[in-house]
């Protein structure tokens, strides 16, 4: 696709349901990263996938959070149990392997997805 | 462990040049990068050092001092449309390309 795409853009949930968000990166990206913003603060890593694999899962805050990717594309970032303190901005990015793009790691980001949990 | 710090806001009026600054703390480096975000919308990327001096995009320059750990973001001819969050980020390690993030300095240009 053009850009990376995310969905829901925006998702309300009540304490203790489950929620998915998706991410579409950009075609014949093969890196795929999901970090999470809170209100007025910075991006925090969450898990980076290479291809289907996911060598680093090391910013998943409990094991509530997984994450999935599918075909070498779309992933999936699946929450249990969804607790007050997760509601944040989920944002997923992507990048190219390879080339002065990958040597400066530059990471192409979706809108994300704004999670309230009531 | 890996940190960064940057000012949380700043303020500058349109056409002024304006420098944020940023520090870090890293186990190893492998580069500084700054993204811009607008409010509600999705970071972009600016800049990246990976060597010490300045890099020139366009109205924006980014610079860096590894034996500082510090870098900055420098915006000139500064338009409303300049009025963003500005980010510093390390790579969070050499395999992969996770990146650590500042919690961003707000930048708010006045006509």
């Known amino acids: 696709g053009a850009g990376v795409s995310q969905s829901p853009s925006n998702k309300v949930t009540e304490k203790g349901k489950d929620v998915e968000l998706r991410c579409d990166p950009i075609s014949g990206h093969t890196a795929l990263y999901w970090y999470r913003q809170s209100l007025g603060q910075g991006l925090e890593f969450l898990i980076y996938f290479q291809g289907n694999s996911a060598p680093d899962k090391s910013g998943l805050p409990s094991d509530r959070f997984s994450a999935e990717r599918t075909g070498g594309s779309v992933s999936t970032l699946t929450i249990q149990r969804t607790q007050q303190e997760d509601s944040a901005v989920y944002l997923c990015?992507?990048?190219?392997?390879?080339?002065?793009?990958?040597?400066?790691?530059?990471?192409?980001f979706g809108a994300g997805t704004r999670l309230s949990v009531l | 462990g890996q940190s960064l710090e940057q000012p949380s806001e700043v303020t500058a009026v349109e056409g002024a040049i304006v420098q944020i600054n940023c520090t870090y703390q890293?186990?190893?480096?492998?580069?500084l990068s700054w993204y811009q975000q607008h409010d509600g919308g999705a970071p972009t990327f600016l800049s990246y050092?990976?060597?010490?001096g300045l890099e020139e995009t366009g109205r924006f320059s980014s610079f860096l001092s590894r034996s500082d750990s510090y870098g900055y973001l420098l915006l000139q001819e500064l338009q409303m449309k300049d009025s963003a969050s500005y980010f510093c980020a390390v790579r969070g390690g050499n395999q992969g390309g996770k990146l650590i993030f500042g919690q961003g300095t707000e930048l708010s240009v006045k006509p």
């Open positions: 890293t186990s190893g480096f492998y580069g």
């Open positions: 990015a992507s990048s190219a392997r390879g080339g002065g793009e990958y040597g400066k790691n530059i990471q192409y």
């Open positions: 050092n990976a060597l010490d």
